[in-house]
């Protein structure tokens, strides 16, 4: 198993412009989630999704777009590109629900520079 | 003030040393997590405690949900321990979102 990947690993961008982080996993997991962390700060939920189809915002949802149209992949929208989003991307899976029995995966991160 | 709060943010210590990274968190939970995050960048999960202690190696963690903290210890530290190590809470009712902490950085010097 490759477990999660993402694409591209560094990205800069112009103000204004727009991209797709892909995330993928190969593990059949239900869970996943995106996540930014800005320097010396802790992880920032983005958005999250449950499974196929459902996806829904966490704590710093404004400026992006998910979508979720299959179990494996999960991409992260950008659009209008701006200074403050400059940070490193970190795409996670998790297999059940409740009450985080298991361990949560992560991608290798996507680092991204708006100028 | 954060929910989760780490100690300390940096430490540097001696190859050989024995070492403790601590949690405080002010909310209810359903279980803590300890992260490390190397200097590449990637993040591993270390443990998932809801009570008690668990041991992986040399590394240690406890929690006492009483007092709300939990201890990360490392024994006989490394090199190669050198990295980022992250606290993490699942609060009460709330599944599918973690609380982060900030995150010790630990340097250890051969």
């Known amino acids: 198993n490759a477990g999660v990947t993402q694409t591209p690993k560094f990205r800069i961008l112009k103000i204004g412009q727009s991209m797709t982080l892909q995330c993928t996993q190969d593990m059949n997991h239900n869970y996943m989630y995106w996540y930014r962390q800005d320097p010396g700060m802790g992880l920032k939920l983005i958005y999250y999704?449950?499974?196929?189809?459902?996806?829904d915002k966490g704590e710093v949802p404004n400026g992006y777009n998910v979508s979720r149209s299959t179990t494996e992949d999960f991409p992260l929208r950008l659009e209008l590109a701006a200074p403050s989003q400059t940070s490193v991307y970190f795409c996670a899976s998790r297999r059940l629900a409740g009450a985080w029995r298991e361990t949560q995966y992560f991608g290798p991160g996507t680092r991204l520079l708006v100028l | 003030k954060n929910e989760v709060e780490q100690s300390p943010q940096n430490l540097t210590a001696q190859e050989g040393e024995f070492i403790t990274i601590n949690c405080s968190y002010s909310v209810g939970i359903s279980a803590l997590h300890w992260l490390q995050q190397h200097p590449g960048g990637g993040i591993v999960s270390l443990f998932m405690?809801?009570?008690?202690?668990k041991k992986h190696g040399r590394l240690i963690a406890t929690i006492n949900i009483q007092e709300k903290h939990s201890s990360l210890h490392i024994t006989a530290s490394h090199p190669r321990d050198s990295a980022v190590y992250i606290c993490a809470v699942s609060r009460v009712g709330s599944n599918y979102q973690l609380i982060w902490g900030a995150g010790t950085k630990l340097i250890i010097k051969p």
């Open positions: 999704s449950v499974g196929a189809g459902i996806t």
């Open positions: 405690l809801s009570s008690g202690k």
